[in-house]
C-alpha cells in the first residue's frame, strides 16, 4: 500500500506542471467565453443552428437550408430579411462535432429562436470603418444567462474540453520526444501551443476547428508512438483513425496526410529491415488500416454526391485538379510570384498566432513585432543546437523533419485553396509541431544553473500574451463607447445642438484636420445625446462633400462602430462617437477646394421617409443633414508660385499678394461684361475669408457700378490658404448699359473682411495706387444720342406736291 501511495506521488510530481498548465487553460478558455459576447466568432451563428437542427429534427441538415429568422420590431430591418436569411452555409460542413455536440447537450433547451440582430455595416460586411462585431448585442447577454445566451455559453464550455484534450495529446508528445529522465519540456511544449490565442480561441467558441484541431494532435502522438521504437502498427492505426475523423469534422483535416504518409513509409522501411516475414505482415496491416480510414469518410461523400450530386458541397476548390492550379502558377511573374509568397507566408504568420472575432480581429501591431523577433530567436536557436549540441542529433533531426512539415502542409493549403494563404486556425491539427520547435529552439538559452531558462521564457512569455488578449483585444474590441457625465463641450468641437427628430440630439461636431489630402485619414467625432429609446437601428452617415457637389467619401454605420446601436440608447445617454474613412481621389482641376462633413441619420430599408429629419433647438425644420464648418481639401503643399522675377502688382497687408490680372479690354463699351482672371499668393496663412471688391468711378471718384463677392466664390476661402499657396479667381462685372454719362471712368480693386467690414491695406510699392484701392484700368465712355425726324404726310396730299 505505501509502494502504491508513493508510486502515485510520484507520478503527480511528474505530471503537476502539466496539471497546472491544463487547469490554467481551461480558466483561460472560460475567461475568452465570457468575455466574447454570442456570434462574435466566425460563424458562429450557424455552427449553433447547425446543432439546433440536429437537436429538433434528429437529422443532418440540407446542405442549402435557409433558417428562418425571429421577428423584429426594428422597422430599419431589412423586410426579407424578417422571413428569411442567407443559407446558412456551414450546413456543407463534415457532421462530426455538430453530432458530439448535440448528444453531449440532449438534456439542453436550445428551442429560444433569438439571436442577436446581424450588424449589416461591420467590417465583416465591407464596411472598414464599421467595427469587428457582426451582431447588435443587448441586455439578453448579460449575466444571468438564460435561453440562447445561456445555451451558447455552455456549448462553448464543450469546445474548451476539447481543446484540453488536444493538449493532453501535446503533452505526451513531449514526454515521447524529450525522453529519457525528467524534463519540463514536454509541459512546457503543451504550454505554448494551448496559450497561443488562436488555440485559446478556438477552445472557447461553438466552431468545429478545435475538434479537428484536437484530432490532428492526437494523430500526430499516435504516429510519433508508432515510430518511436520497432514498428507499432496499432499505434499507426489510430493515427489513421484520428485522421479520419479529423476529416469528417472539417476538410482541413486532410492536412495530416502527408505526415501520416511519411510515417507509414518509415513504419514500411523499418519492417523491410526486419525482413520479409515482418514486411509482408506490416503490408497486410497497412493495407487493412488504409482501407477502414477510407471507409470512415466516405459514407459522408457518397452520401453528398446521391443528395447533391458532387462530394463537396459549394466547395469547387477541392474538387478541381492540382494540375490545374499549378498552372495558374505561370499566370505570374517572377518578382509578382515571390511577393505574393511573401505576403501569404507573413498572413499565415499572423493569423497563426491570431485571427479572432469574425476572423478580423488581429492582435496588436506591436505585439505582433514581438512575436516576429520572438521567432527569429528560435529560429537562431534550432540553427545553434544543430550545430553545437550534437549529442542531440535525432531532436536536431526532428528539427528538420518538422520544418520541411510546416513547409509541404503550407503549400498544400495553399494549392488546397486556390493559391490563397492559409489563416493560422487551418493548421491547428499540426500545433504541435511549431510547439515543439518552440520549445526546441528556445531551450538553446540555458546556464548550468537554469537548464530550461530559455524554455520557460517562452511559455511565460505566450502565456502573458494569452491572458493579455481578454483585456486587450476582444474587451476593447466589443465595448460600448464611455458615457459623459454632461454636454459640455471639448476645445475644437463645434457646437451643433440639431435634434434628429425626437430621437437625439447631435449636440456637436470635430473634424480633424482642418485640412486634407486625397487618400489621407479624416476622423470626424460626433457628440450625442439620447432623447428616447427606440427599437430600431439606424444609420449615420458621415460624408464629405465640396460645395460643389463634388463627393470626397465618407463612412456609414451604426454607431459605436455598432457595439452602440440607436436601439441600445437610453435617454441621457451622452457619448463621443467617431468615424474614420479615406479621402477619395479628386477630379481633375478640383483641388484646393472648400468641404463640409454632412451627417445624416436614417433607415436603410424604410419603404418612406428614409432620412431623419433635422430640427433646431425651436423645433424648427432644418433639412435632413447636419453640416460641419468648412475644412480644407487640397494637398499639405502649396501650389508653385509662378515662374518668373516680376514683383507683384500689389500686396493686401502681410497676407495676400496680386501677381496679375488678365481680362482687361483695351476698348470698353456700354453693356461690357468684364471676366477678369485674378492670381493671387498668400504671403502668409490669411487670416480671414476676404472678399473683392470691384469698383467703377467716374471722373469725380463717385461710385458708379461694382461688385463684391467672396474670392473664390466660396469654393475655396482665403481662411483656408497656405502660406505661399497660388489661387487663380475669377471674378465679373457688368457694365450698365445707359446709366452712366459720357466721361473717363477707373475700375479699383481691394480686399477687406466681410466680417468686419475692415479693408486690408494696399502696400506702398503697388503697381497703380488709388485712393479706392489698386487701380485696374481706365476707360472713356461717350454716350450718343441718336435722333429720328419725324415726317407727318396728310392723307389728302398729292404725290409729288
Same mark, same amino acid.
Given at each position: 500500500?505505501?509502494?502504491i501511495v508513493?508510486?502515485?506521488r510520484?507520478?503527480?510530481? @511528474?505530471h503537476?506542471?502539466?496539471?497546472v498548465?491544463g487547469?490554467?487553460?481551461v480558466?483561460?478558455a472560460l ?5 466574447l459576447p ?5 460563424n458562429e ?5 447547425y446543432?439546433q437542427y ?6 443532418l441538415?440540407p446542405?442549402?437550408y435557409q433558417w428562418p429568422?425571429?421577428?423584429?420590431t426594428?422597422?430599419c430591418q431589412?423586410?426579407?430579411s424578417t ?8 450546413f456543407?460542413?463534415?457532421?462530426l462535432y455538430?453530432?458530439l455536440?448535440s448528444?453531449a447537450?440532449? &438534456?439542453?433547451d ?5 439571436w442577436?440582430?446581424?450588424?449589416h ?8 470603418d464599421?467595427?469587428y ?9 448579460a449575466?444571468?444567462?438564460q435561453?440562447t445566451?445561456l445555451?451558447v455559453?455552455?456549448i462553448?464550455v464543450l469546445s474548451?474540453?476539447?481543446?484540453l +484534450?488536444?493538449l493532453?495529446a501535446? %503533452? ?6 524529450f525522453?529519457?529522465g ?8 503543451m504550454?505554448?501551443?494551448?496559450f ?6 478556438a477552445?472557447?467558441?461553438?466552431? !468545429? ?5 484536437a ?9 510519433a ?5 520497432g ?7 489510430l493515427?489513421t483513425i484520428?485522421m ?8 482541413n483535416?486532410?492536412?495530416?496526410l502527408?505526415?501520416v ?10 519492417s523491410?529491415?526486419a525482413g520479409?516475414?515482418?514486411l509482408?505482415?506490416?503490408l497486410?496491416?497497412?493495407g ?5 480510414q477510407?471507409?470512415?469518410p466516405? &459514407?459522408?461523400l457518397l452520401?453528398?454526391?446521391q443528395?447533391?450530386?458532387d462530394y ?6 477541392m474538387i478541381?485538379?492540382f494540375t490545374?492550379k ?7 511573374t517572377?518578382?509578382?510570384l515571390v511577393?505574393r509568397?511573401?505576403n501569404g507566408v507573413?498572413?499565415?504568420?499572423m @493569423?497563426f498566432?491570431?485571427?479572432l ?5 488581429v492582435?496588436?501591431?506591436?505585439l505582433?513585432?514581438?512575436?516576429a523577433?520572438l521567432?527569429?530567436l528560435v ?7 544543430r550545430?553545437v ?7 536536431n533531426?526532428?528539427?528538420l523533419?518538422?520544418?520541411?512539415v510546416i513547409v509541404i502542409?503550407w &503549400?498544400? +493549403?495553399?494549392?488546397?485553396i486556390n493559391?490563397q494563404?492559409?489563416r493560422?486556425?487551418y493548421?491547428l ?6 510547439? /515543439?520547435l518552440?520549445i526546441?529552439?528556445s531551450s538553446?538559452?540555458?546556464t548550468?544553473? /537554469?537548464? &530550461? ?8 512569455a505566450i502565456?502573458a500574451?494569452g491572458?493579455?488578449?481578454p ?14 457625465a454632461d454636454?459640455?463641450?471639448l476645445?475644437g ?6 435634434h /434628429? ?9 470635430e473634424?480633424e484636420?482642418a485640412s486634407?489630402?486625397p ?10 445625446r ?10 449615420v452617415?458621415?460624408h464629405?462633400?465640396?460645395a #460643389?457637389?463634388t %463627393?470626397?467619401?465618407?463612412a456609414?454605420h451604426?454607431p459605436g462602430k455598432?457595439?452602440?446601436a440607436t436601439?441600445?440608447?437610453?435617454p441621457?445617454?451622452?457619448f463621443?462617437d467617431?468615424y ?15 468641404g ?5 441619420m436614417?433607415?436603410? !430599408?424604410?419603404?418612406?421617409?428614409? #432620412?431623419i ?7 424648427n425644420?432644418?433639412?435632413?443633414a447636419?453640416y ?6 487640397g494637398?499639405?503643399?502649396p501650389?508653385p ?7 507683384p ?6 497676407e495676400?499678394a496680386?501677381q496679375?490680372v ?6 470698353l463699351h456700354?453693356g461690357a461684361e +468684364?471676366?477678369?482672371?485674378? @492670381?493671387?499668393?498668400a ?5 480671414a475669408d476676404?472678399t473683392l ?22 469654393r475655396?476661402p482665403s ?12 471674378h465679373?462685372l457688368?457694365?450698365?448699359?445707359? @446709366?452712366l454719362?459720357?466721361?473717363?471712368y ?7 473682411d ?6 486690408l491695406?494696399?502696400?506702398?510699392d503697388?503697381?497703380?495706387?488709388h485712393?479706392?484701392?489698386l ?5 472713356q465712355f461717350?454716350?450718343?444720342?441718336a /435722333? ?14
Open positions: 500500500m505505501v509502494q508513493e508510486a502515485a510520484l507520478k503527480a510530481r @511528474t503537476r506542471l502539466a496539471v498548465i487547469l490554467v487553460f480558466g483561460l475567461w475568452y467565453n465570457v468575455t454570442i456570434g462574435e466568432s466566425d451563428a450557424s455552427h449553433y443552428r446543432i440536429i437537436k429538433t429534427y434528429r437529422d441538415p446542405a442549402f429568422a425571429p421577428p423584429s426594428d422597422q431589412s423586410p426579407s422571413d428569411v436569411q442567407d443559407p446558412e452555409h456551414q456543407r460542413q463534415p457532421p455538430y453530432l455536440t448528444v447537450f440532449f &438534456w439542453l436550445t428551442s429560444d429562436p433569438w442577436p440582430p446581424t450588424n455595416y461591420s467590417v465583416h460586411s465591407n464596411h472598414p464599421g467595427g462585431n457582426v451582431a447588435i448585442h443587448t441586455e439578453r447577454e449575466f444571468p444567462y435561453g445566451t445555451a455559453r455552455l462553448r474548451s474540453l476539447f481543446g +484534450l488536444g493532453i501535446v %503533452y505526451l508528445t513531449g514526454r515521447l520526444i525522453q529519457p525528467p524534463s519540463p519540456l514536454p509541459a512546457l511544449m504550454a505554448v501551443v494551448g497561443v490565442p488562436t488555440y485559446t480561441f477552445a472557447s467558441v461553438i466552431n !468545429n476547428d478545435i475538434l479537428v484541431g484530432l490532428g494532435l492526437w494523430c500526430i502522438y499516435f504516429c508512438l508508432s515510430v518511436r521504437s514498428v507499432r502498427i496499432r499505434s499507426f492505426a493515427a484520428c479520419a475523423l479529423a476529416f469528417l469534422t472539417k476538410y483535416g486532410v492536412i495530416l502527408p505526415i504518409t511519411l510515417t507509414g513509409v518509415v513504419l514500411l522501411v523499418r523491410w529491415r520479409n516475414a515482418r509482408n505482415r506490416s497486410r496491416a497497412l487493412l488500416i488504409i482501407a477502414i477510407t471507409l470512415l466516405s &459514407w459522408w452520401r453528398n454526391k443528395l447533391y450530386g463537396f458541397i459549394n466547395y469547387p476548390n478541381q485538379p490545374t499549378i498552372s495558374w502558377l505561370g499566370a505570374f517572377v518578382p509578382e511577393t509568397l511573401t507573413k498572413f499565415t504568420f @493569423t498566432w491570431g485571427l472575432g469574425a476572423d478580423f480581429v492582435l496588436p501591431e506591436w505582433l513585432n514581438l512575436l523577433i521567432t527569429g529560429v537562431v536557436g534550432i540553427i545553434y543546437q550545430r549540441r550534437r549529442e542531440s542529433g535525432s531532436l533531426r526532428l528539427a523533419i518538422s520544418l520541411l502542409n &503549400w498544400f +493549403l495553399y494549392f488546397l493559391l494563404p492559409a493560422g486556425r493548421l491539427p499540426m500545433f504541435s509541431v511549431m510547439g /515543439f518552440l526546441w529552439g538553446a538559452l540555458r548550468r544553473r /537554469f537548464p &530550461w531558462l530559455g524554455a520557460y521564457l517562452t511559455a511565460g502565456m500574451m491572458l493579455f488578449v483585456l486587450g483585444v476582444l474587451r476593447p474590441t466589443y465595448a460600448t463607447p464611455a458615457l459623459a454636454a459640455a463641450l476645445p468641437e463645434q457646437g451643433t445642438y440639431a /434628429f427628430g425626437d430621437i437625439a440630439e447631435l449636440v456637436g461636431i473634424v484636420p486634407v489630402a487618400f489621407e485619414l479624416l476622423d470626424v467625432t460626433l457628440v450625442w439620447a432623447l428616447k429609446t427606440t427599437p430600431n437601428n439606424y444609420v452617415g458621415v464629405l462633400m465640396a #460643389d457637389k %463627393y470626397f467619401g465618407g456609414a451604426l455598432g457595439n452602440f436601439s441600445l440608447w437610453q441621457g445617454d451622452i463621443r467617431r474614420r474613412f479615406y479621402l477619395q481621389a479628386a477630379p481633375p482641376g478640383t483641388l484646393p477646394i472648400a463640409q462633413v454632412k451627417i445624416s436614417y433607415c436603410p !430599408n424604410a419603404n418612406s421617409q428614409p #432620412d429629419p433635422v430640427l433646431d433647438a425651436a423645433g425644420a432644418q433639412g435632413d447636419v460641419s464648418t468648412p475644412i480644407r481639401i494637398l499639405s503643399a501650389n508660385p509662378p515662374q518668373g522675377d516680376d514683383p502688382l500689389a500686396r493686401f497687408g502681410d495676400i496680386l496679375r488678365t481680362g482687361l479690354s483695351p476698348g456700354l +468684364l471676366a477678369l482672371d485674378f @492670381t493671387w499668393q504671403l502668409a496663412h490669411p487670416r476676404y471688391y470691384l469698383h467703377l468711378l467716374d471722373g469725380q471718384g463717385n461710385f458708379q457700378a461694382g461688385a463684391d463677392k467672396s474670392l473664390t466664390q466660396e475655396y481662411g483656408m490658404w497656405l502660406a505661399g499657396e497660388t489661387i487663380t479667381d475669377t465679373r457688368t457694365i450698365p448699359v445707359a @446709366t454719362p459720357s466721361g473717363t477707373q475700375l479699383t480693386a481691394g480686399l477687406y466681410p466680417v468686419t467690414q475692415e479693408r491695406p494696399l502696400s506702398a503697388a503697381a497703380q495706387a485712393p479706392d484701392g487701380l485696374l484700368g481706365t476707360w461717350t454716350l450718343y444720342h /435722333f429720328t425726324p419725324m415726317v407727318i404726310i396728310s392723307p389728302t396730299a398729292k404725290p409729288g406736291k
